[in-house]
């Protein structure tokens, strides 16, 4: 596509619910970034996939965070058993290389409320 | 550690008076600094990037600066219009994956 698109842009979950967020980055885009935004605050990184490889998922603040992109294109970041703590907008953003001189094309996001 | 702070967090001008974003950074190693423009409830898109050896680059009525001894940067708007109401992040890559973001600057545009 022509975009990275997001879905869904809003979800409102129940605590303890579980939830998945789906990103479609540009195609032929290598690189996948998933990041994390609380109001008001600058994008916080939570995980990196090079094609199919996640490359570092340093940033997921716990077990219950897991993303995947099996075959390299499309991502899905699963959080379980949600908590307030995770309202937030998750962003997704690709990258046609692995070189971080490449640009980064964002997705609009998709805003979690957790209630 | 690694920090990327912004000033002012938010800024009010008048519709085309010129105003400039500032951003300091302690993050190294050093790959390169962009700044974004973030319109509300969308994704954040890339304005300019710069490397270490590049300490100025245009794009259209934007103008970053880039200091890579002090480790400042500045966003300068020329002849603000409305359409330039946003948040302007600044961002530091220490490596591929290695991505620092600001708190970012809102910035509003009274015409």
């Known amino acids: 596509g022509a975009g990275v698109s997001q879905s869904p842009r809003y979800k409102v979950a129940k605590r303890g619910q579980d939830v998945a967020l789906r990103c479609d980055p540009i195609s032929g885009h290598v690189s996948l970034f998933w990041y994390q935004q609380a109001l008001g605050q600058g994008p916080e990184f939570l995980t990196y996939?090079?094609?199919?490889?996640?490359?570092?998922k340093s940033g997921l603040p716990s077990d219950r965070f897991f993303a995947e992109r099996p075959e390299g294109s499309v991502s899905t970041l699963k959080i379980q058993r949600t908590q307030q703590e995770d309202s937030a907008v998750y962003l997704c953003?690709?990258?046609?290389?692995?070189?971080?001189?490449?640009?980064?094309?964002f997705g609009s996001g998709t805003r979690l409320t957790v209630v | 550690k690694n920090q990327v702070e912004q000033s002012p967090q938010s800024l009010i001008i008048l519709e085309g008076k010129n105003c400039t974003l500032q951003c300091n950074y302690t993050v190294s190693p050093f790959s390169n600094l962009r700044w974004y423009k973030q319109d509300t409830g969308r994704g954040p898109v890339s304005l300019t990037i710069m490397t270490f050896s590049e300490n100025t680059k245009s794009n259209g009525r934007y103008t970053a600066t880039l200091d890579a001894d002090t480790k400042q940067s500045s966003l300068h708007i020329t002849a603000s219009q409305l359409s330039d109401s946003a948040s302007y992040i600044c961002?530091?890559?220490?490596?591929?994956?290695?991505?620092?973001f600001g708190s970012g600057t809102r910035l509003s545009i009274r015409p």
């Open positions: 953003a690709s990258s046609l290389g692995a070189q971080d001189l490449y640009g980064y094309t």
């Open positions: 996939f090079q094609n199919e490889a996640q490359l570092d």
């Open positions: 961002v530091v890559s220490r490596s591929a994956s290695k991505i620092i």
